[in-house]
C-alpha cells in the first residue's frame, strides 16, 4: 500500500502526482474560464489592433529549457522588441530593468490590458502550457532569458536559488505571486520561490491555488 505521505510530498508527487492534478485541473479551468475568455478576446479585438495572443519572447522553463508562454495581449503590438530597440523608450528600458524587470506605470500597456492585467485573466491561456507540459498550475515565475541573466548579475548571491527554481517546472501561480506578486523585488522573489522547492507538495499547492483567485479579484501588486 503506497504512503500517503509519499503521494502527498517527495518525489513521488512531485514526478507523478502533480502532473495528473496539473492536466485535471487545467481541463477544468479551461471549461470553466470559457465564458471569460470568450469576453476578453473580444474585448481586446475591439480595443486594439493586433492578435489576440501576445507575441512575447520565449521564456526559461524546467532544466533552463525555453518555451513560448501563452498569453492574452495586453500591450500593444511588438511591445517588448519596442522597449528594447526603440529610442523613445530608452529611459523605460533602463526603468524597467532596474525595477526587476517590472513597471508601476508602462504606456505600452492598452486600455483593456490594464484591466485583465490587474485581474491576471491575461494569464488563463497559460493553462494550455499546463497541458502541454511546459508548466504546472503551481510553481516558480517562469523568466525571460536576459531578466535572468541581468537579475544575476544585479543580485550574485541569487546564483544557487536560481538553478533550484529551474529544476522544477514554472507555475501559472505560486508562493510569490500570492505573497506581494510585482511589489517584490527578484532577490526576495527568487528565494520564496526557491524555498516553495524545498517544500513541494500537494497540501502546499492547494493552499496556493486557493489563496490565487483572491489576489486575481483584489489585484494586489499588480502591474
Known amino acids: 500500500m503506497l504512503n500517503l505521505r509519499l503521494i502527498c510530498k517527495g518525489s513521488t508527487y512531485k514526478v507523478y502526482v502533480k502532473r495528473f492534478f496539473d492536466i485535471v485541473l487545467a481541463l477544468m479551468l479551461l471549461i470553466i474560464f470559457y465564458p471569460i475568455c470568450l469576453l476578453t478576446l473580444i474585448a481586446i479585438k475591439l480595443d486594439s489592433k ?7 519572447p520565449e521564456r526559461v522553463g524546467q532544466d533552463g529549457k525555453k518555451f513560448k508562454m ?5 500591450m500593444i503590438v511588438n511591445a517588448h522588441y519596442l522597449l528594447r530597440t ?14 526587476s524587470y517590472k513597471l508601476k506605470s508602462d504606456p505600452r500597456i492598452t486600455r483593456v ?3 485583465i492585467r490587474k485581474h491576471s485573466l491575461d494569464e488563463i491561456p497559460q493553462l ?3 497541458i502541454k507540459g511546459d508548466m504546472s498550475l503551481v510553481g516558480p515565475r517562469a523568466y525571460y532569458p536576459d531578466e535572468l541573466e541581468n537579475q544575476q548579475k544585479k543580485y550574485p548571491e541569487t546564483q544557487k536559488l536560481v538553478k533550484k527554481v529551474l529544476s522544477v517546472k514554472p507555475g501559472v501561480t505560486g508562493l510569490w505571486q500570492v505573497s506581494g506578486r510585482s511589489e517584490i523585488n527578484f532577490d526576495k522573489r ?3 520561490d526557491a524555498n516553495y522547492v524545498d517544500d ?3 497540501f502546499n499547492d492547494i493552499n496556493i491555488i486557493l489563496k490565487t483567485p483572491l489576489v486575481m479579484i483584489s489585484g494586489k501588486g499588480a502591474v
Do not use: C, H, M, Q
Open 128 to 130: 494550455i502550457n499546463v
Open 190 to 192: 527568487i528565494a520564496i
Open 86 to 99: 526603440d529610442p523613445k523608450f530608452t529611459e523605460l528600458l533602463e526603468e524597467y530593468k532596474k525595477g
Open 200 to 202: 513541494i507538495s500537494l
Open 70 to 74: 501563452y498569453k492574452f495581449r495586453s
Open 113 to 115: 490590458g490594464k484591466f
Open 50 to 56: 493586433g492578435p489576440i495572443l501576445a507575441d512575447v
